[in-house]
């Protein structure tokens, strides 16, 4: 097949598209990838790829095609012109690109706004066949960043989601409950077939040696540290426990990195909260190694609580115990798999609770926790199970 994926992000960011991409390839399948310019999260873009260079690349056999794009800036506004600024330019660049796809596939993250090309491309030429993963649900998102749904914002973006999401010939989500939102919230029908969780990166398909003996106790955050994140909650726990034998390890960037810098220096927290910025995906699984236990968290939203968020699969796929701050689908799924310890989503008491069990909890228990998570792991979020599923879909599609 020749297919034509349309996303945002894309290496050197660490978004698992790429790997898609890259695997599609190695399948036999010509792969073009319609993305922005590197930024995320810091809203730099190298040098090497300002003023037109590098537009057009070739990694791995994936033919690269860049969009000019604003780098990300703190704020809303800066958010926004980075966003609209990719799909300005993306929606440009597909109406005249050659059209000899047999499918297009869009891998949509945050905002919904990076599928408009492929919608407007399926509009435009009715021929090319559209298949959306959706892996944040719109405009739920906004309400998750307390924008109500009688503002402006919120009522423009609920047709503009539903309009891009009807235009696709197949719909597929990464989260279960998404498909009672899309059918209340939109009127689409999607299908049990049509769900299709998260893979953990590839680095993490080996196991991780065992962490080395130093005589505390490891807990480590991976990921974009954001609004919906809710980051802080493990700070403000760390506070209530600071007298006890922890580290804590942030590892990522994002919009709220400064504010959970200020708030650990606020509560004199330095020494026992470590902040690493953004790292590259191959240093991950040696902050996994020094590891007693992976931390996730949202907000307490109803909507954001539908997001299975990656990385449960990634701290599943490296034989961590999880604990999180969090309900939901990721809630159920860690208990589920008997891989971890959930409390309340924004309530550092409850953590702080949570993080006591886990350390009065042998460590024969411990270990399998981990053991079960990386099983649970194994059954359900592998990435061969993943790619063979969308293949398939794809060239179903295609046909």
């Not at 390890?249 to 919009?255: Q, R, S």
């Not at 790292?279 to 907000?299: H, N, Q, T």
Request: charged share 25%; aromatic share 10%; glycine share 6%.
């Amino acid at each position: 097949m020749k297919i034509l994926v349309v996303c945002q992000h894309y290496w050197p960011e660490n978004f698992r598209v790429t790997e898609i991409c890259e695997e599609l390839v190695q399948r036999g399948h010509q792969v073009t990838a319609l993305v922005g310019l590197p930024n995320y999260p810091s809203g730099i873009i190298p040098e090497e790829y300002r003023h037109g260079k590098n537009r057009k690349q070739e990694r791995n056999g994936v033919q690269i095609r860049r969009c000019f794009e604003i780098g990300r800036k703190p704020g809303k506004i800066g958010l926004a012109v980075n966003y609209v600024s990719y799909m300005v330019s993306a929606s440009l660049k597909a109406l005249f690109m050659k059209k000899d796809f047999d499918v297009v596939y869009s891998f949509s993250t945050s905002p919904v706004l990076m599928s408009l090309p492929a919608s407007l491309l399926r509009k435009v030429y009715p021929k090319e066949k559209l298949m959306i993963y959706i892996m944040d649900i719109w405009p739920a998102c906004l309400a998750a960043m307390n924008v109500k749904e009688t503002s402006l914002l919120y009522r423009f973006m609920k047709p503009v989601s539903r309009w891009i999401y009807k235009k696709a010939d197949r719909l597929i989500y990464s989260s279960k409950r998404f498909q009672q939102y899309l059918e209340e919230t939109h009127g689409i029908t999607v299908s049990d077939d049509d769900y299709m969780p998260q893979f953990a990166d590839g680095v993490f398909d080996k196991e991780l040696p065992p962490k080395e003996a130093c005589g505390t106790t490891d807990l480590v955050f991976a990921g974009n540290i954001g609004k919906m994140q809710g980051v802080d909650c493990f700070i403000r726990a760390a506070s209530l426990l600071r007298e006890e034998n922890l580290r804590w390890h942030i590892v990522g960037g994002g919009a709220c990195l400064e504010e959970c810098k200020a708030l650990a220096e606020e509560l004199k927290l330095t020494d026992k909260v470590i902040f690493y910025g953004q790292r590259p995906l191959e240093e991950m699984p040696g902050f996994y190694s020094k590891a007693d236990a992976m931390l996730v968290s949202m907000v307490s939203d109803p909507l954001v609580n539908d997001t299975l968020p990656g990385k449960v699969q990634t701290y599943m796929a490296a034989a961590k115990p999880i604990l999180g701050s969090i309900a939901g689908e990721a809630e159920y799924v860690i208990r589920d798999a008997a891989c971890g310890l959930c409390a309340s989503p924004e309530n550092p008491e409850a953590f702080a609770e949570i993080v006591r069990q886990f350390l009065d909890t042998p460590l024969e228990k411990r270990s399998e926790m981990g053991v079960c998570g990386r099983s649970y792991y194994q059954q359900n979020f592998t990435r061969s199970r993943h790619m063979d599923r969308l293949e398939a879909m794809l060239t179903d599609l295609a046909k």
